[in-house]
């Protein structure tokens, strides 16, 4: 197992953040790690995720999605090729902070028979995918 997380402190309340993390269409405007999201986002669907992590070809992932929150979070899960053999947990959490700002915390846990080849992979191009997405999200929602 792997576990990657990132979080960044916006100055904007969670509905803002939401509304912008949530508008799928205007990924390509400002989001460097995930370039699309397509589908119906709701729990239970199998959406399509274009990646773009740095340093690496662009990747597309059909992942289930697991929770829809509106506000509060987005979680899915994806597998490469089947169950146990490389899957990630992704979830975009919003926690609304007693002095007007949100934390927006990305993780993802990484399980299976895979994961140690991926190793240095995730702890460099994926790590910093986060943090390049967090940081443009914060970026975009306090311009606006």
Same mark, same amino acid.
């Given at each position: *197992? &792997?576990? $990657?997380?990132?979080?960044?402190?916006?100055? =904007?309340? =969670?509905? &803002?953040?939401? &509304?912008?993390?949530?508008?799928?269409?205007?990924? @390509?405007?400002?989001? %460097?790690?995930?370039?699309?999201?397509? #589908? &119906?986002?709701?729990?239970?669907?199998?959406?399509?995720?274009?990646?773009?992590? %740095?340093? *690496?070809? %662009? *990747?597309?992932?059909? %992942?289930?999605?697991?929770?829809? /929150? @509106? +506000?509060?979070? $987005?979680?899915?899960? #994806?597998? $490469?090729?089947?169950?146990?053999?490389?899957?990630?947990?992704?979830?975009?959490?919003?926690?609304?902070?007693?002095?007007?700002?949100?934390?927006?915390?990305?993780?993802?846990?990484?399980?299976?028979?895979?994961?140690? $080849?991926?190793?240095?992979?995730?702890?460099? +191009?994926?790590?910093?995918?986060?943090?390049?997405? +967090? #940081? /443009?999200?914060?970026?975009?929602?306090?311009?606006?």
């Amino acid at each position: *197992m &792997k576990e $990657l997380t990132a979080e960044v402190t916006i100055n =904007a309340d =969670a509905e &803002k953040i939401w &509304k912008v993390f949530s508008d799928f269409t205007n990924y @390509p405007s400002w989001n %460097p790690f995930i370039r699309s999201v397509s #589908g &119906k986002v709701q729990a239970g669907q199998k959406i399509t995720v274009v990646l773009h992590q %740095p340093g *690496m070809n %662009p *990747m597309t992932i059909k %992942p289930e999605v697991l929770t829809f /929150k @509106p +506000n509060r979070e $987005l979680r899915w899960i #994806g597998h $490469l090729f089947f169950t146990g053999l490389f899957d990630g947990e992704h979830s975009f959490e919003l926690i609304q902070n007693d002095d007007g700002t949100t934390t927006f915390l990305q993780k993802e846990i990484f399980r299976g028979i895979l994961v140690s $080849l991926f190793r240095k992979m995730l702890d460099h +191009n994926t790590r910093n995918g986060f943090e390049l997405m +967090n #940081g /443009k999200l914060k970026e975009y929602v306090e311009r606006a």
